[in-house]
Each structure stands twice: as C-alpha cells, then as structure tokens.
C-alpha cells in the first residue's frame, strides 16, 4: 500500500474511517468467498446426483427417508403476558426465572 499513512500518525478520525473501508471490504470478501464455495459445492453434489440442499440439510435415517422433524408443543405460558411462553427444553426463559424468583412461583404454575 504505497502512500499509506502509518496509523501511528493518523488522527482518530482517519482510523475510524479507515476502520469503516476494512470491515467493509472484509464483508465483501467474506460474501464473494461464500458465493465462490457455494458454487464449487452445488457442482460436486451434482456430479453425484443430488442437490445442495439435500447434503446440507437433508438429515437420513435408516432406510434412506427424511427424519420427519415436528415443532415441539408449547409447555408453559406466562400468565401476565401470553406472548411468553416455553416449550420445557433448552435454557428456562428469562421472563419464567423472574417470575420464580423469590421463591413468588413454581414451574408447575406456569403450565399449560
């Protein structure tokens, strides 16, 4: 980079700015290299005969099928605010750890 001001010697408003140029340029490489495998990939997965998707996404069982993957039923509902709710897996939702701080509620009151 002939010309290019050591960074020692810019002010600050020359680093942001060129702060700004590097993380765009970065997230279009990053967007130009992702097309780039994409396609090497979709091509290898054709000359196999399948399609991209299938080998990302495509999860199967014994047999060959599709594993069929539902959505989990809704376990528990906050009963001050309905949009709250938790289906009893993962990390148990911050509004529900409130709520029974304190010893105020059990899980169980929150059931559906």
Same mark, same amino acid.
């Given at each position: 980079?002939?010309?290019?001001?050591?960074?020692?010697?810019?002010?600050?408003?020359?680093?942001?700015?060129?702060?700004?140029?590097?993380?765009?340029?970065?997230?279009?490489?990053?967007?130009?290299?992702?097309?780039?495998?994409?396609?090497?990939?979709?091509?290898?997965?054709?000359?196999? /005969?399948?399609?991209?998707?299938?080998?990302?996404?495509?999860?199967?069982? $014994? *047999? #060959? @099928?599709? &594993?069929?993957?539902?959505?989990?039923?809704?376990?528990?509902?906050?009963?001050?605010?309905?949009?709250?709710?938790?289906? /009893?897996?993962?990390?148990?939702?911050?509004?529900?750890?409130?709520?029974? $701080? *304190? #010893? @105020?509620? &059990?899980?169980?009151?929150?059931?559906?």
């Amino acid at each position: 980079m002939a010309g290019m001001k050591n960074p020692e010697n810019m002010s600050a408003a020359e680093l942001t700015k060129l702060r700004d140029q590097v993380d765009r340029l970065l997230t279009e490489k990053k967007i130009q290299a992702k097309a780039e495998l994409r396609a090497k990939m979709a091509e290898l997965a054709k000359k196999q /005969g399948m399609r991209l998707d299938d080998v990302l996404n495509g999860s199967r069982g $014994k *047999g #060959g @099928k599709e &594993k069929a993957r539902g959505k989990v039923a809704i376990k528990y509902r906050d009963p001050h605010n309905a949009a709250n709710t938790w289906t /009893g897996r993962g990390r148990t939702p911050r509004w529900m750890v409130a709520a029974m $701080k *304190g #010893g @105020k509620a &059990k899980k169980e009151d929150f059931l559906i």
